[in-house]
């Protein structure tokens, strides 16, 4: 089926340790991006890609790490999780306007 | 810098009302304003999509506009119902592909 889709849905990881969230679109969507969203800040970019091996920052990207091998996948990864990095991420894809939301994955760093 | 803000922060209706969420953006250089819809612990549903050169879009009940020179767009939702309960989003793209600025929503809450 077409789609953007997360994995895992929901993850409990402890402090210190390294996460991978894995996002995978199925309409070879150019632009690609990692948002959270955290109560009392709403949805903030962690980053972003344009192309294949093109990424770049956005506004809260300190403590993680994007990769775009493929057109399809945009990994997130948390390369040492701290608590504050406790919080439901979504991704996201667009051709070129408009944009489409996967379901999220909601990580707990105890 | 742009910055999205919407009013009100929440709102609660009876059954049956019309009503109009806000929605502003300080640079109105946008390429594309997005309304999406947000229930609890779910992710985030497209609504409408207005680009620069529109004035507005229309999805059944719901209806979309966009003032670029005063930088604010409207949601209007006729005939409301408990199931349109949910949070609403607007988010402004200020290029082709470019990062979306969100609004920090409007809680709407329909009672029956």
């Known amino acids: 089926d077409a789609g953007i889709t997360q994995s895992p849905r929901y993850k409990i990881t402890e402090t210190g340790r390294q996460v991978t969230l894995m996002c995978h679109q199925t309409w070879s969507h150019s632009y690609m991006f990692w948002y959270r969203q955290d109560l009392g800040h709403g949805l903030r970019l962690i980053y972003y890609?344009?192309?294949?091996?093109?990424?770049d920052k956005g506004e809260v990207p300190d403590g993680y790490v994007v990769s775009r091998s493929k057109t399809e996948n945009f990994p997130l990864t948390l390369e040492s999780a701290t608590r504050s990095q406790t919080s439901v991420y979504f991704c996201?894809?667009?051709?070129?306007?408009?944009?489409?939301f996967g379901s999220g994955t909601r990580l707990t760093v105890v | 810098k742009q910055e999205v803000t919407q009013i009100p922060a929440a709102l609660s209706v009876p059954e049956g009302e019309n009503l109009v969420l806000n929605c502003s953006f300080t640079?109105?250089?946008?390429?594309?304003l997005q309304w999406f819809r947000q229930d609890p612990g779910k992710g985030l549903t497209s609504l409408l999509l207005i680009q620069s050169s529109q004035r507005e879009q229309t999805s059944g009940r719901l209806n979309a506009s966009l003032d670029k020179s005063s930088g604010r767009s409207t949601l209007y939702i006729a005939a409301s119902q408990p199931g349109d309960s949910a949070t609403y989003l607007c988010?402004?793209?200020?290029?082709?592909?470019?990062?979306?600025?969100f609004g920090q929503g409007t809680e709407l809450s329909v009672k029956p």
């Open positions: 890609s344009a192309a294949a091996d093109i990424t």
């Open positions: 640079d109105s250089a946008i390429y594309n």
């Open positions: 988010a402004v793209s200020d290029n082709q592909g470019g990062k979306l600025i």
């Open positions: 996201a894809s667009s051709p070129n306007y408009g944009y489409t």
